[in-house]
């Protein structure tokens, strides 16, 4: 069965700098790979979406790709604030969700 | 426009007990879903409907867990009886019919069962 990976736990970055955050897949290539956001106490909230036969897609400081000869999509935010604090989840859309364990970001002031 | 809505947000029952947990999706959204996540896991899919039907209920752990969604509009997600490892925090989502690609969580219903 195809797994969704996010090795990173945290990861801590200083305002101003971008973040890079990956997200690895398993076997097959997912049609569609969407990043979410999460902050405590809440429930994810959508970012963007990127699709299989894309490299890139952006939206204002954000931005995905998607390798599948490397079977990965990294997420960048560029020009980070500590208002970007919070955990950042990689799934898989096919029906249903098949979300990775999170990396949590951290931006220090 | 009001968004998913969860009940309650907390509930603290003992092993044995039923819970019942709620969803109101957002108003003309055909799909809904719940997920779980349990402590130090990743969040997983439990159940899908389309409408009243359910679809995909691949994700569901066992017989002590029942969902509806009577009428296509708000679900229930009953667990009877409750054991210690269904502690987690249970998410239900949305989305329109022919918008598959975004869901909408609501903030979550946290369980514990002592």
């Known amino acids: 069965s195809q797994k969704i990976e996010q090795n990173s736990e945290a990861l801590n970055i200083q305002e101003g700098k971008t973040a890079t955050l990956t997200c690895n897949y398993t076997?097959?290539?997912?049609?569609?790979l969407q990043w979410y956001r999460q902050d405590p106490g809440r429930g994810p909230v959508f970012l963007l979406l990127?699709?299989?036969?894309?490299k890139e897609k952006r939206k204002e400081r954000l931005k995905v790709t998607f390798d599948t000869t490397l079977k990965q999509s990294l997420f960048h935010i560029t020009a980070s604030q500590p208002a970007d604090s919070a955990t950042y989840l990689c799934?898989?859309?096919?029906?249903?969700?098949?979300f990775g364990s999170g990396t949590r970001l951290q931006v220090q002031p | 426009e009001a968004g998913v809505t969860q009940f309650p947000s907390h509930s603290v029952i003992e092993k044995g007990q039923t819970v019942t947990l709620r969803c109101d999706p957002i108003?003309?959204?055909?799909?809904l879903y719940w997920y779980r996540r349990v402590m130090g896991k990743e969040i997983k899919f439990l159940l899908h409907?389309?409408?009243?039907?359910?679809?995909?209920e691949s994700g569901m752990p066992n017989n002590r867990f029942l969902a509806e969604r009577t009428g296509g509009t708000y679900s229930t997600l009953k667990v009877q009886p409750a054991e210690l490892e269904d502690s987690g925090v249970y998410f239900c989502?949305?989305?329109?019919?022919?918008?598959?690609?975004?869901?909408?969580f609501g903030p979550g219903t946290r369980l514990l069962v002592l």
């Open positions: 409907f389309v409408k009243e039907s359910k679809q995909d």
């Open positions: 989502a949305s989305s329109p019919l022919q918008g598959l690609e975004t869901q909408y």
């Open positions: 799934a898989r859309l096919r029906r249903a969700l098949t």
């Open positions: 990127i699709r299989e036969n894309e």
């Open positions: 076997n097959y290539s997912p049609a569609y």
């Open positions: 108003s003309g959204h055909d799909n």
